[in-house]
């Protein structure tokens, strides 16, 4: 008989009509998730899921779903999912990681211009009617060549962001727990420590994944260390940065601006101040978002799927230590 496996959401391209081949499919229809309990009732039927970072994998859910062999997330990120809970249970848990690489750091580097330029409030500006003349001291920004960026985690994400970087003329140094001394020598990156990247950056660029060890990585004293004026680009998880302490930086003006493409929580509550502070740029977490990458993530997190559900290593998998 063939597995039974439940998907949280439809997924672009071909991906679930290949899993649907294989297995006995339920994908929830819905735009918005299933809601708790509806993922702990599909669940304690399933052998496999197929979840979005929006749906929590934790202990409660593992313990209702005795069944339970694989676990896919279509996403490189899983701080939605529980992953010791999982490898006590044995269940190989699965991401997409590398086909969404240069996707991210492009759109990380769209929401840097835009903030820097102030391409959004342009926009806004022109379709109001504002316009009335040109003007040497209108919407003025910050230069990106020259400037210096700091990145935050120089995985494969920020070494993407610093290779764009490079091109546009930035300074870049980073901050990372491993020392990546090849890409130092190919990008011309520097490796220093947190209060000198956060002295020195005039942008900074978070791209570590969210743990226990990243969590509020930015608060309120790092934010007082940062140089007056800078910008911060968000694209790795909102809990990276405490958001009450942002909003206070950017409220009295010693953060120049942020653009932001996570938060938290998500999505952003309608009366967040962060939806009317001027020098703030916003996105609903689409930085791996292209037509192309998303079919890719789908396919990829069907590979692993199948590989789990098969008793095999998933091509792409978070505890590899099931598979001596
Ligand atoms: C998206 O945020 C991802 O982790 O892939
Ligand atoms: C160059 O065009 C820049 O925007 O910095």
Redesign the pocket.
């Known amino acids: 008989v063939r597995p039974r496996v439940f998907v949280t959401r439809q997924l672009p391209g071909e991906a679930l009509g290949r899993l649907g081949r294989h297995v006995d499919l339920r994908v929830w229809d819905d735009e918005l998730p299933p809601s708790r309990d509806t993922l702990l009732a599909e669940a304690a039927n399933a052998e496999g899921l197929v979840t979005l970072?929006t749906d929590r994998v934790d202990a409660p859910l593992l313990a209702a779903a005795p069944g339970l062999r694989a676990v896919s997330?279509?996403?490189?990120?899983?701080d939605n999912i529980d992953v010791p809970a999982c490898t006590t249970r044995r269940i190989p848990v699965g991401?997409?990681p590398g086909v969404?690489t240069d996707t991210?750091a492009d759109f990380a580097f769209a929401l840097l211009m835009g903030l820097a330029r102030r391409v959004a409030e342009a926009d806004a500006y022109v379709r109001a009617g504002k316009w009335r003349t040109w003007s040497p001291t209108l919407l003025l920004g910050t230069d990106i060549h020259g400037a210096t960026l700091g990145i935050v985690g120089l995985g494969a994400i920020g070494a993407a962001v610093a290779r764009r970087a490079r091109g546009f003329g930035m300074r870049v140094l980073y901050v990372g727990r491993k020392a990546r001394p090849e890409l130092e020598a190919e990008l011309g990156v520097r490796r220093v420590d947190k209060a000198a990247l956060l002295a020195e950056s005039d942008i900074v660029s978070l791209h570590v994944p969210l743990s226990s060890e990243t969590r509020h990585w930015l608060g309120n004293e790092e934010l007082a260390r940062m140089k007056p004026g800078a910008l911060l680009v968000n694209?790795?998880?909102g809990g990276v940065v405490d958001q009450a302490a942002l909003i206070e930086a950017l409220r009295d003006g010693r953060l120049g601006g942020a653009a932001l493409d996570?938060m938290d929580p998500e999505p952003l509550p309608t009366d967040s101040p962060l939806m009317t502070l001027p020098n703030v740029l916003l996105a609903p977490?689409i930085?791996?978002a292209s037509h192309a990458t998303r079919g890719r993530?789908a396919s990829m997190a069907v590979d692993n799927l199948l590989a789990a559900l098969d008793g095999r290593r998933p091509p792409h998998c978070v505890n590899p230590e099931l598979f001596p």
């Not at 997330?73 to 899983?78: E, H, K, L, Q, S």
């Open positions: 970072l997330n279509v996403a490189v990120g899983y991401n997409t969404l991210t694209t790795a998880r996570v977490h930085a791996s993530m």
